[in-house]
């Protein structure tokens, strides 16, 4: 063989295999581009264009405003036309001391002036903490002996269960279960403020006493829910023992739940639902694929957040995002000039109709598109376009889940102060309490007393009182 020929040969081996090189560079080059993005795309990531909750935001998160610099900069406080708050004076039957400030004399003549009274006398009213102290009742069991020489002890009937009496046992669980102070700082604020001396072991014994006094109330307040026309549905994570859970919500206009489950799975999740009654909002996590699509409102602050994180990207991806983007804008404002007055339902409706169309033909065109991260998005909302306008329909239908997130959110700042419970027993009490406290707030009736009502019917063996009863609890 020809050495040149040889010498050809060689260097065409050698030529296929730095073309072959550099064929799995460049892969690996693109690989590593696209990988690239994804993690700058995650970065990137803050409350506006994800789920991420706002607290979850870092320093640079959102654009630092210099308020009152200008450009259009709101100046800090309150805005012009604001009524303000003022507080109230409370009526003279509920006042406790009374004071009758009378002029001693004329300012004209100097002449002495009688302690008369003026209807429209200028009011002013003085609110003061006076010192608390605790009152504690001791029980004697007396034995006397009678004159046959037996000797009989008082019974014990009359005695309460507990050393700790019902309204304190409710002002201890509303502390640690819905005020969210620590055990160690509710000792030290009962020591401080009511001169309750009390241990840690006994705090946490109060709070499976309350938990189990107020079981009945929450299984009727999980009637409620399962019963409403319209609930609101959203979940975060909480943990146990350092253990990852699933923190559940369901919201009505009339209560609100929270359940601590294993694991966010659609066979876990199910059970809490019942039987699927009424008109489901939340956002489009499949665990809700059990609920009928046409009963269901998917979140449009949810499609709103995607939208702005298609605008972030470059090329067709930001100019199909803005699109969206604009389209979801007009949806907000239609509906809120619909909730304000200024649109008839007739008009409302009407309009929408052809929002309805562009808005999903620009999904549809973006699904064409094939954009990596943005067509797989715009597929699964299209998916979901019977339940993307339920609210149009029906006036008692928000577009949003807010509602739901707001109820979340006490228990998403407990979480990060005190990273969940260490026990099943944790878990219980911290969602009925919640639960209590916050279905309480919606039936304007005071926590505390209804707790208190609540450990007194459980020292006395008798029913639980109703949240949703009309008349006003005592007091």
Known sequence: MDPRDQRITVLEAELVAKDARIAELERRVEELTELVATLMARLGQNSRNSHLPPSSDGPGARPSAQKGSGDGQRKRGGQPGHGG????????????????LYPKECESCWKPLPEVRDAGATRYQTTELP?????????????VTCACGYTTLAK????????????????????????????????????DVLGVQISLGAVSAVE?????????????????????????????SWLQGGKLRSLWTIASNVATVFKILANGSAATVKPIFGACHGILVSDRAT???????????????????KFVSFCERDGPAQKLGRELLDS??????????????????QTYRAWMAPLRLQFEECLGRAVAANIKEVSGSCADILAHKEALWTFVERDDVEPT???AERELRAFVLWRKRCFGAQSDRGNLFAERLMTIAHTAKKQGKNALVFLTECCKAQLATSAVPSLFALAPLPG
């Open 328 to 345: 979801t804008a007009l949806v907000f404002r239609y509906w809120q000039d619909y909730r304000a007055g200024k649109l008839d339902a």
């Open 401 to 403: 889940n807010n509602h």
């Open 208 to 236: 499976g006493r309350v938990s189990d006094a107020v079981e009945p109330a929450v299984k009727e307040i999980w009637q409620k829910i399962e019963g409403a026309a319209v609930k609101h549905a959203d979940a975060t």
């Open 156 to 191: 014990i009937d009359s005695v309460p269960a507990s050393p700790i009496g019902p309204r304190l046992m409710s002002l201890i669980a509303l502390l640690t279960g819905v005020y969210h102070l620590s055990r160690r700082s509710t000792v030290a604020l009962l020591a």
């Open 287 to 305: 665990v809700f694929s059990f609920w009928a699509m046409t009963l269901r409102q998917i979140c449009w602050a949810h499609l709103l957040r």
């Open 85 to 100: 708050h003022k507080r109230k004076l409370l009526p003279v039957a509920e006042v406790d001391q009374l004071v009758e």
């Open 131 to 143: 010192p608390v102290r605790p009152e504690t009742t001791e029980y004697r069991r007396n034995a």
